[in-house]
C-alpha cells in the first residue's frame, strides 16, 4: 500500500516510529498527484515547493520530539480559504489573481498544528453549486467515473481525497457542500455547528449558512481534523465561545440504547432505489449495534429548498457586492467612466450560476418584496430548526440520506438549475437549522459508484455524530475499494 493511501492516525504511528518521513510522505502524495491530477483536476494552484520545505521541518521537529496534531501530514484546502501570499480565487474570473495578505483561522491552526499544505482545492465559484462545473478554473472529476461529478461545491476537496491527492482537506458546507460531494466520492464530511468553527478568511458567500469542515478517509481522522480547527475566534463576531472537546475520546464507544430518528419526509418518491437500498441497510446495522430506531417528523421539510434559495441568494447579493474591480480582482478593461467599469468588470468577472443568483437576491430583498420574500422565509426558517428541536427531544441522532442519487454525470444537470438545486434536497435543511451534520460512505451502487449516509445531532454535538458514525464504520464492516481515476 502506497503513502498516500493511508490515513492521517497511520501515517502519524510511522512517523513517531520513524518507519517513514513527512518527506516521503508528502513526495508519495506529490506523485500521486503527477500521475492523476491531469484527469480529476481537484487542484487550482498546488503549493509544492512550500510543501516540501514544510515537510522538511516537519522532520526537524519530529527528531526533537516536537510533535503537532498533523506534523508532517499532508492536507489540501478549498480555495475559498485565504491563504498569506498565495492566491485565493473560490474559483471565480474575479478573483482569477487575488493575493491575500493574510491566513484565515483555520489555515493558521493547520499551520500550528505542523500541517503540510499542499495546495488550494477546486470549487463550484463562489460555491454556488453542486457539481464543481462552474468553476471559471474548468470542472473537477469524480476519481471513481471521470465521466460524473465530484459533488459541490467543494468538489475539489472531496475528488483530491478520495484519489489520494492528499490525506485530508478542508472545505465549506453552505447547503451541503461538505456532505454531498464526501457521498459522491466514498469520504467521510463533517459540517460541524455554525459557530463551532471561526469563519475568519473565509470568502462569504451566504454569512449565516457558511461553515469550515473537514473531509477524511474514515472518523477517527476526522476526530482529529476537528481537534485543530474548532474553537473560538474573537475575530469572527459569530464564533461561539462553546468549549471544545477532544473528540477523539467519542471514538470507540457504543452506540447501545440510543435512539434513532429516521425523518419520514427524508424518504420520497425519486430517491435512487439503490441509495434508499443502502440507507436501510445502514438502519439494520445501526439496530444490530444496540440502537432503537423510530420515526420522526420534520413537517416543513418541503420548504426548505425555497427557503435556503431566498435566504442564500439574499446574503449572497450583498456580500458579492464587494468585487466592483476597483480594489483587487479582476477589472474590465473596457469601460469608458467609473459605472461603466463596474458593470463590465462584474458582467465579465462573475460567472452565469452567481449572476443568478445575485440577480435572486436582488429581488428577493428589493422595495416591496422583502417582505414577501425574505422575511417570509426568515420565519419559516425558524420552523425548520424547530421542528429538529423538537425531534431531537425524542431521539440522539437523526439518519438520513446524504444525497438522492449517486453522482450524476457531467453536463448532465448544467442546462436545468432546478434539477440542480435538488441534489442538496437532504442537506440544507441542516444548514438552515445551524446544526452539525456528518456524511459517510454506506456502500456502493452496482456500477461501483459510492453511496452515503447522513448522520444528524443538536448544536454543538459534533462528538455525539463522531461517537454514531465510528460505532457505525466499525459495525458495518464496509469493502474497501479505492478509485482507480478512469473513465474518460
Keep these: 500500500m502506497e503513502l498516500y493511501e493511508l490515513t492521517i492516525h497511520e501515517l502519524q504511528d510511522k512517523l513517531r516510529t520513524g518507519e517513514t518521513s513527512s518527506a516521503e510522505i508528502t513526495a508519495s502524495v506529490f506523485g500521486r498527484i503527477d500521475a492523476v491530477e491531469k484527469d480529476v483536476h481537484a487542484y487550482i494552484t498546488l503549493m509544492r515547493e512550500t510543501a516540501l520545505a514544510e515537510a522538511t521541518r516537519a522532520d526537524e521537529a519530529i527528531r526533537k520530539g516536537e510533535i503537532g496534531a498533523l506534523t508532517g501530514i499532508p492536507i489540501a484546502l478549498k480555495d475559498i480559504c485565504c491563504t498569506k501570499g498565495v492566491r485565493t480565487t473560490c474559483g471565480s474570473r474575479i478573483l482569477h489573481n487575488f493575493i491575500p495578505p493574510y491566513d484565515a483561522t483555520v489555515v493558521e491552526k493547520l499551520r500550528a498544528a505542523g500541517a503540510v499544505l499542499t495546495g488550494k482545492t477546486n470549487m463550484d465559484e463562489f460555491a454556488m453549486g453542486s457539481s464543481t462545473e462552474s468553476s471559471f478554473f474548468g470542472a473537477t472529476r469524480n476519481p471513481w467515473d471521470l465521466t460524473r461529478i465530484p459533488g459541490g461545491s467543494s468538489g475539489g476537496s472531496s475528488a483530491a481525497l478520495a484519489a489520494g491527492e492528499c490525506i485530508a482537506s478542508l472545505g465549506s458546507d453552505t447547503g451541503g457542500s461538505i456532505r454531498q460531494p464526501a457521498a459522491l466520492c466514498g469520504v467521510v464530511g463533517l ?31 476526522c476526530a482529529i481534523l476537528m481537534n485543530v480547527i474548532a474553537g473560538y475566534d474573537p475575530r469572527e463576531s459569530t464564533s461561539v465561545p462553546e468549549e471544545v472537546p477532544d473528540y477523539r475520546q467519542f471514538l470507540g464507544r457504543g ?29 439494520k446495522v445501526v439496530e444490530k449495534a444496540g440502537a432503537k430506531c423510530i420515526e420522526v417528523s420534520l413537517p416543513h421539510t418541503e420548504y426548505c429548498l425555497a427557503v435556503y434559495y431566498i435566504v442564500a441568494p439574499a446574503e449572497a447579493c450583498s456580500n458579492l457586492a464587494r468585487y466592483d474591480g476597483v480594489k483587487y480582482g479582476f477589472r474590465s478593461e473596457e469601460g469608458r467612466d467609473l459605472m461603466e467599469m463596474y458593470k463590465k468588470s462584474r458582467a465579465s468577472g462573475f460567472g452565469a450560476e452567481v449572476k443568478r443568483r445575485i440577480m435572486i437576491g436582488t429581488y428577493a430583498l428589493s422595495s416591496g ?20 428541536d423538537e425531534a ?5 441522532v437523526i439518519l438520513t440520506p446524504t444525497t438522492p442519487t449517486p453522482a450524476f454525470r ?5 442546462g436545468d438549475p432546478m434539477q440542480m438545486y435538488l441534489s442538496d434536497i437532504f442537506t440544507i435543511s441542516t444548514n438552515l437549522a445551524g446544526i452539525p451534520g456528518i456524511s459517510v460512505p454506506c456502500g456502493f451502487t452496482a456500477a461501483g459508484l459510492p453511496i452515503g449516509v447522513q448522520f444528524l445531532a443538536g448544536h454543538f454535538q459534533e462528538g455525539r455524530l463522531i461517537q454514531f458514525a465510528s460505532a457505525y464504520e466499525k459495525e458495518a464492516h464496509l469493502e474497501k475499494r479505492r478509485p482507480r481515476c478512469h473513465g474518460i
Design 255 to 283: 452506540i447501545e440504547g440510543w435512539t434513532v430518528g429516521i425523518p419520514k419526509e427524508y424518504f420520497i418518491d425519486g430517491i435512487d432505489p439503490e441509495v434508499e437500498a443502502a440507507v436501510r441497510e445502514t438502519i
Design 392 to 396: 431531537f427531544a425524542k431521539c440522539d
Design 191 to 221: 459540517k460541524p455547528t455554525y459557530g463551532r468553527v471561526s469563519r475568519f478568511g473565509l470568502i462569504a458567500f451566504a454569512s449565516s449558512l457558511d461553515q469550515i469542515g473537514p473531509f477524511t478517509k474514515d472518523v477517527e481522522d
Design 369 to 388: 418584496y422583502y417582505d414577501a420574500y425574505y422575511k417570509k422565509a426568515s420565519q419559516v426558517r425558524a420552523l425548520i430548526k424547530r421542528d429538529f
Design 410 to 414: 457531467i453536463g448532465e444537470k448544467t
